[in-house]
């Protein structure tokens, strides 16, 4: 017999909670149940990303929007594939990861934008994160800071296999993660400039390759809940390249990092399968 243990959530939500996995009604934020049935979640940032990519999928419908979550599906190699955004920062991430975590999603992987930071990463280049920097507050409410932000091996796999696949020039490497988007691009003007500045140049002589403000949270959020993440990211500019005076194309154009995200939710699926 399957007991099943029914707790009231502080906002009057109630899970059903069986054999330690949830049967869910929606979740609070997200507005999603188990009833979608994917694993698999690619999760931008902007929820006006969310059609753009979903249009990479199969039969791909409007599933819902609340607050900054927006929610579409579809189908990649027989498998549903939601596509939710997160919003900007870490809060508000670690919510999505957090219930679509409790809806059933095993694997997540972002698609976002950031700044480069080496001279050699280029707008348009992309860049697939192997680790972030966790220089932001959400994932100190989770882990202490000496944990690192890794991403799964086999997420960067698939990732890489899938820019060469596709011939895009790409990087891997650490990431920085903050919560502040004018502490980094006004930094003169903050109370502790100075700090940030300093901290910014260790960033870059450690290597950082650029710079975006959810990857810490998305990998130790995930690595908290046994689940695998992975990361990649179109760059849009790089800052340091304009200060030593080369050129410094603007690329806004998403096109790269998404296909690359499809193409590696493929590979992971079949891999998977395969495991089966």
């Known amino acids: 017999m399957i007991r099943s243990l ?24 997200i507005n999603l149940d188990s009833s979608h049935g994917a694993k698999y979640a690619i ?11 979903a249009k990479y999928l199969e039969d791909p419908k409007f599933l819902t929007a609340k607050r900054e979550y927006t929610s579409w599906m579809g189908k990649l190699n027989g498998e549903n594939v939601l596509v ?51 220089s932001e507050g959400t994932t100190r409410e ?4 000496e944990f690192p932000a890794v991403a799964n091996f086999q997420v960067v796999q698939a990732l890489v296999q899938a820019a060469e696949r596709l011939g895009y020039k790409y ?40 710079s975006e403000m959810e990857s810490a949270t998305l990998f130790c959020v995930s690595s908290y809940l046994k689940a695998r993440a992975g990361c990649v ?19 806004l154009d998403n096109t790269r990092a998404i296909t690359t995200a499809i193409e590696a939710i493929k590979i992971l699926i079949d891999r998977d399968k395969a495991k089966r």
């Open 84 to 134: 939710t955004s997160t919003g900007i920062g870490g809060p508000s991430a670690a919510i999505a990861i957090e219930e679509l975590y409790k809806t059933g999603v095993r694997t997540f992987l972002r698609v976002g934008t950031c700044g480069g930071m080496q001279l050699e990463v280029v707008g348009g280049d992309i860049v697939i994160a192997t680790g972030s920097i966790r």
């Open 142 to 145: 989770y882990m202490p800071v």
């Open 43 to 53: 999760v931008p940032g902007d929820p006006e990303r969310v059609e753009e990519i």
């Open 6 to 29: 029914s707790v009231t959530m502080r906002m009057g939500q109630t899970i059903s909670k069986r054999r330690g996995d949830y049967a869910l009604e929606k979740q609070y934020h």
């Open 233 to 251: 990211l179109n760059v849009i500019w790089n800052q340091e390249r304009a200060k030593a005076n080369l050129d410094d194309p603007h690329h």
């Open 171 to 210: 990087h891997t490497g650490v990431v920085h993660s903050k919560d502040s988007f004018y502490g980094q691009h006004d930094p003169d003007r903050m109370p502790i400039g100075q700090e940030l500045l300093n901290r910014w140049d260790a960033w870059i002589k450690a290597g950082a390759l650029a």
